[in-house]
């Protein structure tokens, strides 16, 4: 018993000096990594407060002083609601302290898409359904009696065919449909009782 304690108390040493050398291996590591990290929230880099580049040009954001401190993307989309040329969203958000050289996305809208409308005469309804919504447009089917189209096929759109359009805005889409016979032939009363009469009407749907 007297050996196995000696034993470990040579071992414990050992092993606590392997310990306390491993940790300050790993303390060195990562001082080394954060002091070479190009990531801004480890740079030395000065600190730079984003200002609002919402509603300005591309040219106004490149003239403010801290277009050159940063690193500014730009990217484009389509909207409705803004004036093309003029930014509408920016991450980082404004008033955020970065580092210098952090980069910032701008978006600038592209002002209101417009599409042409297709043609898709004598095209079966469902066909001509998937090509206007394909292109961007919602669609109002309205049934109309057409002798020269085949019953079920488009006749034309509004607005019509080759036009441009706003992407998201509704064309009526006109479909060819049978015509109903609404005549109805009224039977003959003359000399029914007033209860037989009425059965003779209700008979036909009168």
């Known amino acids: 018993n007297q050996g196995k304690?000696?034993?470990?108390?040579?071992?414990?040493?050992?092993?606590?000096?392997?310990?306390?050398?491993?940790?300050?291996?790993?303390?060195?590591?990562c001082v080394s990594l954060l002091k070479n990290s190009s990531s801004p929230l480890f740079s030395n880099a000065a600190d730079v407060v984003l200002p609002d580049f919402k509603g300005l040009t591309e040219d106004e954001v490149k003239a403010n002083s801290v277009y050159s401190q940063i690193d500014v993307k730009f990217v484009e989309e389509y909207n409705s609601s803004v004036a093309a040329g003029l930014v509408y969203k920016q991450t980082p958000r404004a008033e955020r302290t970065v580092k210098t050289g952090q980069t910032v996305t701008l978006t600038v809208s592209l002002g209101t898409q417009y599409e042409e409308v297709p043609s898709v005469a004598?095209?079966?309804?469902?066909?001509?359904?998937?090509?206007?919504?394909?292109k961007g447009f919602n669609v109002l089917v309205i049934l109309k009696v057409d002798e020269t189209v085949a019953v079920g096929a488009a006749i034309r759109t509004d607005p019509e065919a080759g036009t441009t359009a706003e992407a998201g805005s509704t064309v009526n889409l006109y479909v060819s449909r049978a015509q109903i016979d609404s005549t109805t032939s009224v039977p003959d009363l003359n000399g029914l009782t007033v209860e037989d009469a009425m059965t003779a009407l209700a008979a036909a749907k009168l």
Do not use: M, W
């Open 122 to 134: 004598n095209l079966a309804r469902s066909d001509a359904e998937d090509l206007l919504k394909q």
């Open 5 to 29: 304690k000696k034993k470990h108390r040579v071992y414990l040493p050992i092993l606590l000096g392997i310990t306390v050398a491993f940790c300050i291996g790993c303390a060195f590591l």
